[in-house]
Nanobody, 121 residues
């Protein structure tokens, strides 16, 4: 029902920038939170930046001051601006949304297919 499509990943040198975008589609009554996660090979998936329905944002300590999450309600898009990229930022980045189809429904998590971000030294 809900589809999330990421774009913007690629190969960049250390210190460079990338902007990831996640476009959502489908029937969504409301959302509790949406944002970005990442997973490097052999490591646990971690939350990078989360945007809540109340308008607050939460960032992983490792990306504070470098990454910025934003939302465009008109385009149903969540973006992640990544500046000052480091090799340790290399991972597959996933868009995530916690949504419900109605006010009486449970919350459901949806994931995008992932987009590869590779930062070379």
């Amino acid at each position: 029902q809900v589809k999330l499509v990421e774009s913007g990943g690629g190969l960049v040198q250390a210190g460079g920038s990338l902007r990831l975008s996640c476009v959502g589609s489908g029937t969504i009554f409301s959302f509790n939170a949406m944002g970005w996660y990442r997973q490097a090979p052999g490591k646990q998936r971690e939350a990078v930046a989360i945007f809540t329905s109340g308008g607050s944002t939460n960032y992983a300590d490792s990306v504070k001051g470098r990454f910025t999450i934003s939302r465009d309600n008109a385009k149903n898009t969540v973006s992640l601006q990544m500046n000052g990229l480091k090799p340790e930022d290399t991972a597959v980045y996933y868009c995530n949304a916690e949504v419900r189809p109605s006010i009486r429904s449970s919350w459901y998590n949806y994931w995008g297919q992932g987009t590869q971000v590779t930062v070379s030294s």
